[in-house]
């Protein structure tokens, strides 16, 4: 059939075979989790805080300043500037400056561990999932062990692309900004002239960088991990993809991003507003106010949980979508 | 491989916790040091000092000890104590990227949805958690040490709690409290004037002038100024007093050539908040110094007790005057406080 006429995908087929796989397979939840940010949230609150024990602690602050009138001169005198603040910034200018360097120095290197580290793992944890979604397409059983080894072998090219063209159009981005800074302050008119000129065809080559790097990503991904091609390489071969298959791609994607809002936004705002009609009908009917902020209250942190849970689910299956939807169009629009 | 004994979770949970008390021990020793500071910026710096190596064990050496250990020795000190080996498939330790990448990304991958991975352990046939899957490590028995562990667990659980016990007690028993309580002074914005009688009648008070220093300050006629150039000091006592650097009573002993401190401050040409934090820095001064006023001047003060007070002034030119007050009873307090407000810079 001409590839002209027939179209490389049907969204409803795609989410048909997607949500067959992801139902199946359910180790792929857990690399959609991981690709989601893989956030590990603690409840776990210091000591039993409730009300009284606040009221407790108020009550004691709130006494201080009775409790300590004894006779010191200085105190009959007045600490008139003296404040807590005042006391904390005396307190903490008598330690040495090095001691902030070490600190500084220790937090830049557990800041910057924390980034390698977050690269690295959403680098694995992409190409583990975008491992087990391709044996499951293959009617095989994804595992946590054989997408992981896999995936490993990809795990630096995925990392460049996840840093490098970003960095590249974040550079751009600041010369242009630079350039519009220059075109402010510079008074000569041709200058200004050519320097308007430049930052507007820069802002629209950045434009164009970001939306097609956008795109490109979702193939060079599945190119790096499937065809174990280099980051680079990936890369312009998914440009060359996303330019055949823009709006395709904006399509699907515009379905995923209405999909992603019902499954994800509509549950949260509704427990927020349950919380703020509890909030603000509590003048006029304090039943009805406290009851439905109760129930807000009581329904966010079993939320929290299920949005974690579904947004991983919702991740791994937008993955299942689009690498169905490359399968489809293997070799078709990469070559020369 | 076949033949081995897989360690579950108690046993693993068992070599995390004698890590962790282990790692414990120079940050509770540094708890205890921070306890036993003599005053309260000392204090400060030694909790400065905790919280320097408290992030460095827990984050850095933490994590490249068990990267690192792992790779070399097949484990963390805790994991050979308990008698555990992490090997990969082969029997054989990880290698460094595999090591590393199980102490990193691994243990975030385990902590995914509420730490479902490492809970994974107690399922799993092979007894691994996702973070082991994910590199293909198995934790194995080679010794059944784990009682040995535990006793070295309990040993620096106890340890760990005696040097907590003893850096509070140290803390509480010690100047701290006092210097805290002073520190709770600054919690007042009010002046305390109820305390203070200030219907005393002024109006017949003598003035005492010092012309080479540029000072004056107001006195009771029954009072009196026992000047010593020589030392550079002047004491205001009551007429009974003869002499008061050794008799015991009430009275306010005017510093106005701080020798050694304003020489030094000459040089330096510090402000008065640069300066007052110099002085009590490393000093064994007793209080929390926080700015007071006397009359307009801006001055710091230190209680010492509720019967002794110092005053810091300072001059346009540097100098730094010592006003310390004593007051035997409350009637003196009353004339003393007057005294001290009266402490003025002349022209």
């Known amino acids: 059939m001409d590839k002209q006429l027939s179209p490389d995908w049907e969204i409803g087929k795609l989410y048909n075979q997607a949500w067959s796989i992801i139902k199946k397979h359910k180790v792929l939840w857990i690399f959609g989790l991981a690709t989601a940010g893989g956030i590990s949230f603690n409840f776990n609150l210091p000591g039993n805080f409730d009300s009284d024990s606040i009221k407790e602690i108020q009550q004691n602050f709130q006494s201080l300043p009775e409790d300590i009138v004894s006779s010191g001169f200085i105190q009959v005198l007045g600490a008139s500037t003296s404040k807590p603040m005042e006391i904390f910034s005396y307190l903490f200018s008598a330690v040495p400056a090095y001691f902030y360097i070490i600190l500084v120095v220790e937090l830049i290197v557990i800041v910057l561990s924390f980034v390698v580290i977050g690269i690295i793992s959403k680098a694995w944890s992409t190409a583990s999932l975008l491992e087990g979604i391709q044996t499951s397409l293959s009617n095989g059983a994804p595992s946590i062990r054989d997408s992981s080894e896999k995936a490993f072998s990809h795990i630096k090219s995925l990392a460049w692309l996840q840093v490098i063209p970003p960095l590249v159009l974040g550079l751009g981005f600041i010369i242009v900004i630079i350039v519009i800074l220059l075109l402010i302050f510079i008074p000569i008119l041709i200058v200004k002239i050519s320097l308007g000129i430049l930052s507007l065809m820069a802002s629209g080559a950045i434009l164009y960088g970001v939306i097609y790097y956008i795109f490109s990503e979702i193939w060079a991904t599945r190119i790096i991990v499937l065809e174990k091609k280099s980051g680079k390489e990936s890369l312009l071969k998914g440009y060359k993809i996303a330019k055949k298959k823009t709006w395709a791609m904006t399509l699907l994607g515009l379905v995923n991003i209405i999909l992603s809002f019902f499954i994800m936004a509509i549950p949260i705002l509704l427990i927020i507003g349950i919380i703020f009609a509890g909030i603000f009908t509590t003048d006029k009917n304090e039943a009805l106010g406290v009851g439905l902020f109760a129930i807000g209250a009581i329904l966010f942190i079993p939320m929290v949980i299920a949005m974690t849970l579904i947004g991983g689910i919702l991740n791994a299956f937008k993955a299942t979508i689009w690498s169905i939807a490359y399968n489809n169009i293997r070799g078709k629009y990469d070559g020369k | ?347």
């Open chain 2, 1 to 347: 491989m076949e033949n081995k004994i897989f360690a579950g979770i108690r046993l693993r949970l068992l070599a995390s916790y004698v890590d962790l008390a282990i790692l414990a021990l120079p940050v509770t020793l540094l708890l205890w040091y921070a306890g036993t500071s003599y005053n309260i910026t000392i204090f400060v710096q030694r909790l400065f000092v905790l919280l320097i190596i408290w992030i460095l064990l827990f984050f850095i050496i933490n994590l490249l000890h068990g990267i690192f250990f792992t790779h070399y020795f097949g484990g963390t000190i805790g994991k050979l104590l308990t008698g555990l080996k992490v090997v990969n498939e082969n029997g054989n330790y990880l290698s460094l990227k595999r090591s590393f990448f199980r102490h990193t990304v691994g243990y975030q991958f385990s902590t995914i949805l509420f730490g479902l991975g490492f809970l994974a352990i107690i399922r799993d046939p092979q007894k691994q958690g996702w973070h082991d899957k994910a590199v293909g490590s198995k934790i194995i028995v080679e010794k059944r040490k784990w009682p040995v562990a535990l006793s070295i667990l309990l040993l620096f659980l106890i340890l760990n709690l005696y040097i907590i016990y003893s850096a509070f007690n140290a803390a509480f028993s010690g100047p701290l409290p006092k210097e805290f309580e002073s520190l709770t002074n600054s919690f007042q914005t009010k002046q305390k004037e109820s305390k203070v009688n200030t219907s005393i009648d002024t109006s017949t008070w003598q003035t005492y002038r010092n012309d080479e220093f540029g000072f004056e300050m107001r006195y009771p006629k029954e009072w009196k100024v026992v000047d010593s150039k020589k030392e550079g000091s002047l004491w205001i006592v009551p007429s009974a007093i003869v002499h008061p650097s050794r008799e015991f009573g009430s009275s306010i002993l005017v510093r106005y050539t701080f020798d050694e401190l304003v020489a030094k401050n000459k040089e330096k040409g510090l402000s008065l908040d640069e300066w007052m934090n110099s002085f009590a820095l490393g000093r064994n001064v007793r209080g929390v110094p926080h700015k007071v006023d006397i009359g307009n001047l801006e001055a710091y003060g230190l209680d010492a007790t509720n019967q002794e007070s110092d005053v810091y002034i300072m001059d346009e030119e540097k100098r730094v005057y010592l006003l310390s007050t004593y007051a035997r009873n409350n009637q003196d307090f009353q004339i003393l406080y007057q005294i001290l407000s009266t402490f003025r810079f002349t022209e």
